[in-house]
C-alpha cells in the first residue's frame, strides 16, 4: 500500500513522464491486441465456423502425365469420388464438397425478384454436408437434403434449382416476417427457396454466403472435419490411397496430393490466396511482433533510463538514510506496474474503437480473402477474448519491467556520494 501511495504520488509529481509512459505502453498493447483479435476471428472456434480447430481443406489433387513428367495440372473431385470415397473417409467426422468461392463472387451476383427489383448476393455452391460443417441457425425451412446436391439433374434444362438465402436477402425479396420457403427468384435460372438462414458476418471466409445453391457434379474444395483423436497424418494416409485408385485406374495421369491439404490455421494465416507452409508463416509474422513489443519497449527503456538519471540525487539521499537497493527497485516496480496497467486499459480503448472504426480494412487484411465481401459485422466474442487481453498484457508488463530495471538497477549501483552530487 505504501509502494501505492508513493506511485500515485509521482504520477501527480510527473504527469507529462506518467502520461508519455501511459501512452506508449496503450499504443503497443492496441497494436499487438488488434493483431491478436483479427488472428483470433480468424482462427478460433467462433459460430458458424465452430470446428476450426479441426478442419482441413484439400484442394483437389495434382496430376503428372505419364509420358510427359514435366505436364502438370490441378483436378478436381468427380461427383462419384466425392459419394464414394471422400464421404466415406475413416478419419473424418464430416465432410463437405464446394466450390471456391472466388469463381462466383469476384463479380457481385444479383436476384431478380417479381417486382424487377435486383438484389445483390454473395453466392456460395455447397453440398448438403455444409450445414454440418458450420452451425447456421435456419429462420425458416431446412438444409439441402443429400439428394438434392450432387445431382445432374439440378441443372438440366428447365429444373428448378433447390437455394438457401440469408434473413436480411429474404427481408429485400420478400418483405419482413415473411416466410418465404416454396417460393421461387431469378437467378439466370429459376431457384426455389427451401431453407432462410441467419446473417452470418462476413469475416467467416469459409462459410459466409447470402445466397447457396446445391452442387450439381464436381468439387473444387473439400472441407473435412477431423474426428476426435485422429490427426492430419491420418487423413493424408487415406487420400493417398484415393490418389493411387485414380492412378490405376488413370494409365495417362498419375495422381497425388502434394501441396493441396492444409489444416484451417495455415490456410487463414497465409497470405494471396496460396498455402504457406508454416516456417514462413512465422518469418512473416516475426518483424510484426518485433516492431509492435520490442521497439515500444526499447523506447520506454529509454525514458525510464533518462528519468533515473534525473533522480539519482532523490535515491541518494534515501540510501544515506538506510534505504536499501532491494527497497527502491521495489518502488520503481510499483511505479511501473501501475503505470502498466493504466496503460492497458487503455490500450484496451483503443483496441476497441480501431476495430470498429477499421473493420472493413483490418479483418480483411490478414488471410487469403479471394473476392470482395460485403461489410463486416463484428460479434462481442470476435472483440474481446479475456486470454488475449490477459496474455498481451501480461507480455507488455515483463517488458516493461525489463525496460525500467534494468536502468535502474544500473542507476542505483551508483556510490551514495556520487548519487547525492548528480545534478538534476
Known sequence: MRYLRQALAMMREEKLFSSIYILGTALAIAFTMVMAVVYYAKLADIAPE??????????????????????????????TEVKEWLYTLKSAEVVSATINASRYTSDRQYLKCDNHKLVPV??????????????????????????????ENNYIENAVMPAIISRDIAEQAFGK???????????????????????????????????????????????????????????????????????????????????????????????????MSWSSILKSLFPKVFVLLLVPALNLSGLVAARMRRRLAEMGVR????????????????????????GG??????????????????????????FTLPEPTVAGEMLFSPLIFVIALAVCILLNLMAALIPAWLS?????????????
Open 345 to 370: 486499459f487503455v490500450g484496451l480503448l483503443i483496441t476497441w474503437l480501431l476495430l470498429y472504426v477499421f473493420r472493413s480494412w483490418l479483418f480483411f487484411a490478414v488471410g487469403n480473402t479471394a
Open 50 to 79: 465452430v470446428n476450426r480447430s479441426r478442419t482441413v481443406y484439400l484442394q483437389g489433387m495434382v496430376k503428372r502425365s505419364v509420358q510427359d513428367t514435366l505436364r502438370r495440372q490441378s483436378t478436381s473431385y468427380t461427383a
Open 122 to 151: 454473395v453466392t456460395r455452391i455447397v453440398d448438403a454436408n455444409f450445414f454440418k460443417v458450420y452451425q447456421f441457425r435456419f429462420v425458416y425451412g431446412r438444409p439441402f437434403t443429400q439428394e438434392e446436391c450432387l445431382n
Open 319 to 342: 540510501k544515506a538514510f538506510g534505504a536499501t537497493r532491494r527497497t527502491l527497485l521495489n518502488q520503481v516496480i510499483s511505479e511501473n506496474l501501475l503505470l502498466t496497467l493504466c
Open 177 to 275: 416476417d415473411v416466410d418465404p420457403v416454396g417460393k421461387t427468384l431469378n437467378y439466370g435460372f429459376i431457384i426455389r427457396i427451401v431453407g432462410v438462414i441467419e446473417p452470418t458476418s462476413s469475416i467467416m471466409e469459409e462459410s459466409f454466403g447470402q445466397l447457396f445453391l446445391a452442387l450439381d457434379q464436381e468439387a473444387e474444395q473439400v472441407i473435412v472435419v477431423l474426428k476426435k483423436g485422429c490427426t492430419v497424418k491420418d487423413l493424408e494416409k487415406e487420400l493417398e490411397e484415393i490418389a493411387h485408385k485414380r492412378s490405376v485406374s488413370d494409365k495417362e495421369w498419375d495422381y497425388s496430393l502434394h501441396g493441396t491439404i492444409f489444416p484451417h490455421a495455415q490456410w487463414k494465416m497465409s497470405d494471396d490466396g496460396v498455402a
Open 412 to 424: 542505483l549501483r551508483n556510490p551514495i556520494v556520487e548519487s547525492m552530487n548528480e545534478k538534476k
